[in-house]
């Protein structure tokens, strides 16, 4: 995550993608600075931690990104609220990669539509035995 200033003023985190063991220290890849264009997918911060890992802000290993958290342990003023996560646009030096973010709308309008018919058919199934019982009326008894 590298927090970049916008020309108004506040900082947004970017995620910037996937850097492997051997390039996580910053001083092996080449500085961020300047202007830049930033293309990637908004995102909305994430506090809360993981389900199976918490954050550990001391050791900067962020699980979920809480962006509120992130800011405090960086001493950041003026974050957004939200992150982006960058696209595949390659970065100076091939590292870090970014566009890893997988969006996946699942399909599931067959499952859908059979649950839907299934239940109309036991439906028109229990009109059929409601309508087909022979009625008792109740009345006086002699």
């Known amino acids: 995550m590298t927090p970049l200033r916008t020309e108004t003023g506040f900082v947004v985190l970017v995620n910037r993608g996937f850097v492997p063991p051997e390039r996580a220290n910053p001083a092996t890849r080449p500085p961020v600075g300047g202007v830049v264009d930033v293309t990637g997918l908004l995102r909305m ?28 342990a960086r001493a950041l003023q003026q974050a957004a609220p939200y992150f982006i996560d960058a696209d595949s646009t390659a970065n100076a030096g091939g590292w870090p990669r970014g566009g890893m973010t997988v969006l ?13 018919f299934a239940l109309a058919m036991l439906s028109l199934v ?16 002699h």
Request: glycine fraction near 8%; charge should be positive.
């Open 45 to 72: 911060t994430e506090p809360g931690g993981s389900i199976m890992r918490s954050n550990q802000p001391t050791q900067d290993r962020w699980f979920s990104r809480d962006v509120a958290a992130i800011a405090r």
């Open 104 to 116: 996946n709308f699942p399909n599931n309008h067959l499952v859908y539509s059979i649950t839907w």
């Open 126 to 141: 229990g009109l059929v035995l409601v309508l087909r019982t022979p009625r008792v009326r109740a009345g006086p008894q």
